[in-house]
């Protein structure tokens, strides 16, 4: 039997991996009692939303061989980089390529938005697909992880959508949608006809007049407006700034969101991490 389909050799890695990882590299608390050296199975299942039982069987090579959905999954809360999801995609029999780069949170990022677990921030992939966001983003945001198909794209969503548009004030819907065609539109540059950022541009210019306007106008490299004003639904008007981190390797960007001290907007803030938020979105 070769290593690409050895469910022990796959259980020895996964196993290795959880032992490595340390409960304060994840914001988790290690307590005084603990008396394993890494993560217990318990908090791998959490971070990844598979059963505990599931993840001993994966690590006593038992059980079918996952999904690539699940071997996303185990991927992002173990925190692995590119070659060991790589890795890890070989040990069940499948080409590395069968794992979406796009998909995947880079780790550097990943560890950075580990330690921001208080403060709104997130992780963007390509066509403005949120990969991860903290608690607090989701507070401010919604949740932009649980779309599906093109509507995982913001930039989709934002010609497509009506709701989408809801939580910005109507004076800066014209610049964002330009800054959301240029986006697009430097992604599709940079992955070309088959990446998704191409399928958004082709539903859109045949779903959005709106985007195809944008579109012809072939604006390259227009930037976000750092400063965003806000219409929460839950705490009201927010003026908050976003700073953005990038990766040029992975394309990925890190956006975290903050409010001048003693502003209201920061008391607003702060209220919104406390009490969460519920605000409906359109799926």
Same mark, same amino acid.
């Given at each position: 039997?070769?290593?690409?389909?050895?469910?022990?050799?796959?259980? /020895?890695?996964?196993?290795?991996?959880?032992?490595?990882? !340390?409960? +304060?590299?994840?914001?988790?608390?290690?307590?005084?009692?603990?008396?394993? =050296?890494?993560?217990?199975?318990? +908090?791998? #299942?959490?971070?990844?939303?598979?059963?505990?039982?599931? @993840?001993?069987?994966?690590?006593?090579?038992?059980?079918?061989?996952?999904?690539?959905?699940?071997?996303?999954?185990?991927?992002?809360?173990?925190?692995?980089?590119?070659?060991?999801?790589?890795?890890?995609?070989?040990?069940?029999?499948?080409?590395?390529?069968?794992?979406?780069?796009?998909?995947?949170?880079?780790?550097?990022?990943?560890?950075?938005?580990?330690?921001?677990?208080?403060?709104?921030?997130?992780?963007?992939?390509?066509? =403005?697909?949120?990969?991860?966001?903290?608690?607090?983003?989701?507070?401010?945001?919604?949740? +932009?992880?649980?779309?599906?198909?093109?509507?995982?794209? #913001?930039?989709?969503?934002?010609?497509?959508?009506?709701?989408?548009?809801?939580?910005?004030?109507?004076?800066?819907?014209?610049?964002? =949608?330009?800054?959301?065609? *240029?986006?697009?539109?430097?992604?599709?540059?940079?992955?070309? *006809?088959?990446?998704?950022?191409?399928?958004?541009?082709?539903?859109?210019?045949?779903?959005?007049?709106?985007?195809?306007?944008?579109?012809?106008?072939?604006?390259?490299?227009?930037?976000?407006?750092?400063?965003?004003?806000?219409?929460?639904? +839950?705490?009201?008007?927010?003026?908050?700034?976003? !700073?953005?981190?990038?990766?040029?390797?992975?394309?990925?960007?890190?956006? @975290?969101?903050?409010?001048?001290?003693?502003?209201?907007?920061? /008391?607003?803030?702060?209220?919104?991490?406390? @009490?969460?938020?519920?605000?409906?979105?359109?799926?």
């Amino acid at each position: 039997m070769t290593v690409a389909a050895d469910k022990s050799a796959l259980g /020895e890695f996964l196993r290795s991996r959880r032992e490595t990882l !340390q409960p +304060e590299d994840l914001g988790l608390y290690r307590g005084p009692r603990r008396r394993v =050296g890494g993560l217990r199975r318990e +908090e791998v #299942a959490e971070l990844t939303g598979l059963s505990t039982d599931y @993840i001993g069987r994966l690590e006593r090579g038992s059980g079918p061989w996952p999904s690539n959905g699940v071997l996303l999954a185990i991927a992002r809360g173990l925190r692995l980089t590119r070659a060991e999801l790589d890795y890890l995609f070989t040990l069940c029999g499948r080409a590395p390529d069968a794992a979406p780069a796009h998909e995947h949170v880079d780790a550097g990022m990943q560890r950075i938005l580990d330690r921001l677990h208080d403060t709104p921030a997130q992780v963007m992939g390509q066509a =403005g697909v949120t990969l991860r966001q903290t608690p607090p983003a989701v507070a401010l945001m919604g949740d +932009e992880t649980s779309y599906q198909g093109l509507a995982r794209s #913001a930039v989709y969503r934002w010609f497509t959508d009506p709701a989408a548009r809801l939580l910005y004030l109507p004076d800066d819907h014209d610049y964002t =949608g330009r800054a959301m065609a *240029s986006l697009v539109r430097d992604d599709f540059v940079r992955n070309g *006809s088959d990446s998704l950022a191409a399928q958004v541009v082709r539903a859109l210019l045949k779903q959005s007049p709106e985007f195809a306007g944008l579109w012809a106008r072939a604006e390259i490299g227009l930037q976000f407006a750092s400063e965003k004003h806000l219409e929460h639904p +839950e705490v009201g008007r927010l003026d908050v700034y976003c !700073q953005t981190l990038s990766d040029t390797e992975s394309g990925q960007a890190l956006l @975290i969101y903050t409010a001048t001290p003693g502003s209201k907007s920061h /008391e607003r803030l702060a209220l919104l991490g406390v @009490i969460g938020s519920d605000f409906p979105r359109t799926h």
